[in-house]
């Protein structure tokens, strides 16, 4: 079991920095990243445990470090979740100027949230009293139930998507023509946007410049004014090709200087505006990018033997020295032949591994029926450890994979940005709070789906003894199907 913490603990640390590094914008604070990295690490330790509690179940050993690491995970990212996350969040996206005013805006923001929530909560509760209906653990195993039925019903939609859509994609993007098509019409549509947002970048520069102009020193805003000049001057020092055009003052564009409140909201509107100005742009030099690459691949291909099986690109010089020759012809064999074939016999692989989980989830309700073939092979390999952790791991983090490529699909366009070296604090803890919130439900579906001999039981399945076994339950997870 040691084994295969040794080497999974370190790649999943690896993977959550290198993800962070790739994703956080320059202005992401350190408390923000480490935030986000340790909820992260506390999501995917989850469901490194499970390989472990299921091999743990089939040998009968000794279960007292698997019950600590599932609390540890657990309540670690139930805490995140509800509480820590949720709090900086609303402080980062808060615009005041003083520490007390903005911590006193997120929690009066997510306040209003939880009383809702809480509203809604105490309704059902009411009327399940009046409707004289009894249920087992009390009020606390009911909100159990409930919180872990949201994220498997919801969870199973997103999983379900994913298992079809990743497959499909990867074999669609195997084919240049159809690549090629759709970054054609990626950057048209990411030009305009572009464009829109530079024009909303230089109204905010030109309305932020002229409210600071007409304000004396002596003004009682002129330290809040200051800070947002200091923005100006930071904008202009990190990007010295931009320059404001055809930017346009309203009839309300200069009413910002007669309260606290309202030089908040200018700062807010300018944060806002060179956010989605420099995501787009980020976005843009990226696919323009992965567009020149594509259309150098193709024309190497097309050229073959005449230039000697060499992959010449227009983005760098031809390799030169003794092996430079031969890297060109490694890079043509790769990215003419090799990288496109192998593509598509992954988008194969996949295909065939969500038809077996969704042959799984089809066949939970009967009792006595097993066709879950991570279920068939686990119990093949008896006990030999890193055979059962592997076989459970694998399926389990391309059901994980699944989830949040639907959840990040979704919300990237409505709640949050996930671009390369530009997603902002704000996207980067609404991302954390989504994975940490849908890890649990996604181990508890696969556990559902592995049926171990002598109904035997998980750890974690213990944890959630409160979830009630009712036959509905198992039917929602169904309804993608």
Known sequence: MWVFYLISLPLTLGMVAATLKYFAGPEV????????????????????????????????????????????????????????????????????????????????????????????AMFGVVILILMHKSWGGGIIGLAMAC????????????????????????????????????????????????DDAHQELS????????????????????????????????????DPNFKPSGGRLGEDDMDYDTDEKSMAALRYQLRRAAEEYYRYKSEYIS??????ELEDTIKNYERGSSTEWRYISSFRQPRTGTFGQYLDMMEWVWRCVLRQQLEKVLAVVLGSMSAAILLAEATLLPSGVDLSLFS????AVGEQEMLVQVTAFVPLMYMCICTYFS????????????????????????????VA???????????????????????????QKKLPRHPYVALYVQIRI
């Open 29 to 120: 604070p350190r408390y923000v990243l480490f935030t986000v990295g340790y909820a992260w690490f506390c999501s995917l330790s989850i469901i490194i445990l499970v390989p472990a509690d299921i091999w743990t179940t089939i040998t009968g050993q000794d279960k007292g470090g698997i019950a600590f690491f599932w609390s540890w995970s657990y309540w670690s990212t139930f805490l995140l979740t509800w509480a820590i996350v949720p709090t900086i969040q609303g402080y980062e996206d808060a615009t005041d100027f003083t520490v007390t005013e903005r911590f006193k805006t997120s929690i009066q923001g997510n306040l209003v949230f939880y009383l809702s929530v809480g509203s809604i």
């Open 376 to 379: 068939i092979l686990i119990k």
């Open 287 to 292: 696919n323009v990018c992965e567009a020149l």
């Open 147 to 194: 919180s872990n039925t949201f994220g498997l019903v919801t969870g199973a939609f997103l999983l379900g998507f994913g298992l079809i859509e990743i497959p499909r994609s990867i074999w669609r993007n195997a084919n240049w023509n159809y690549r090629q098509k759709i970054l054609s019409h990626r950057v048209a549509k990411i030009a305009v946007k572009l």
């Open 203 to 238: 109204n905010a520069f030109v309305i932020a410049q002229a409210t600071s102009n007409q304000m004396s020193k002596r003004d009682p805003l002129r330290p809040y004014m200051d800070v947002i000049d200091n923005m100006l001057l930071q904008m202009t020092r990190e």
């Open 407 to 434: 959840l990040f699909k979704l919300g990237m366009f409505t709640f949050y940005s996930l671009t390369p070296k530009q997603t902002n604090a704000v996207s980067l803890l609404m991302i954390c709070s989504m």
């Open 437 to 463: 919130r849908y890890a649990p439900p996604i181990s508890y579906n696969f556990l559902n789906l592995i049926r171990l001999d002598g109904n035997a039981k998980t750890t974690f399945e213990k944890v």
